[in-house]
């Protein structure tokens, strides 16, 4: 019954490689968001879909392309893959956009670049 | 620009022992909430508490409760007898016009 999901929990791969993350909730919410929390554990917004269209990109280099195909899912697509991506990514999602509210997390994809 | 500082990197305390983490917040809004969130070693974002701007009432979450200061733009997290599974990143969250700006977290360690 997990409200936000997100596939999969870990991810290890080589430089330079193209890798994806899955998100989904089943909360009914309109918003969708991707955050990266680095290794100091400072979070830090990526992406914000209202209704699968793409609202916010908080200066994120376009080898991050994320995907809505519909209101509950929201995947992370990462091309060329760098060290420094090596990260925990988390999913999260809203009712509102623009307004203040409450987001929900997925229990996050630990990302490591080699 | 809003902001969200807690000045406290690292905290202890003993079990069954009473700690308060510090939030402070800048913004020039009226409408907003503010939240801590915990994120234990399994690094799950767990929603703690909300309040709400426009609440004078200070929020409550069994062990949990907030002390809201809205002139003074201050949000501590008070949490009463203090468990082991307490031991935490704590983050103080706000959510404002189209804005959802984190802390940079505090680290508490219940000891026993």
């Known amino acids: 019954d997990t409200a936000v999901s997100q596939t999969p929990k870990y991810l290890v791969t080589q430089m330079g490689n193209d890798k994806s993350i899955k998100c989904e909730q089943n909360l009914g919410h309109d918003t969708m968001y991707w955050y990266k929390q680095d290794s100091k554990k400072f979070l830090k917004i990526m992406f914000s879909y209202n209704n699968k269209e793409l609202i916010i990109n908080e200066t994120v280099p376009n080898r991050f392309s994320p995907k809505s195909p519909d209101k509950a899912h929201l995947n992370l697509h990462i091309n060329s893959l760098e060290l420094g991506d090596s990260a925990v990514y988390f999913c999260a999602s809203s009712q509102d956009f623009g307004l203040p509210d409450t987001q929900y997390f997925g229990p996050g994809t630990r990302l490591t670049v080699l | 620009a809003q902001t969200v500082t807690q000045s406290q990197p690292e905290m202890s305390v003993q079990e069954a022992e009473t700690v308060t983490l510090s939030c402070t917040y800048d913004t020039s809004e009226n409408n907003y909430y503010l939240f801590w969130y915990k994120q234990p070693p399994s690094r799950q974002m767990i929603l703690v508490i909300r309040q709400e701007a426009y609440k004078q009432q200070n929020a409550t979450e069994n062990r949990f409760s907030v002390n809201f200061q809205k002139a003074a733009k201050s949000f501590s997290l008070k949490i009463s007898d203090s468990q082991l599974g307490d031991t935490a990143m704590y983050f103080c969250?706000?959510?404002?016009?189209?804005?959802?700006?984190f802390g940079t977290g505090t680290r508490l360690k219940v000891l026993a």
């Open positions: 969250a706000f959510s404002g016009t189209y804005k959802y700006i």
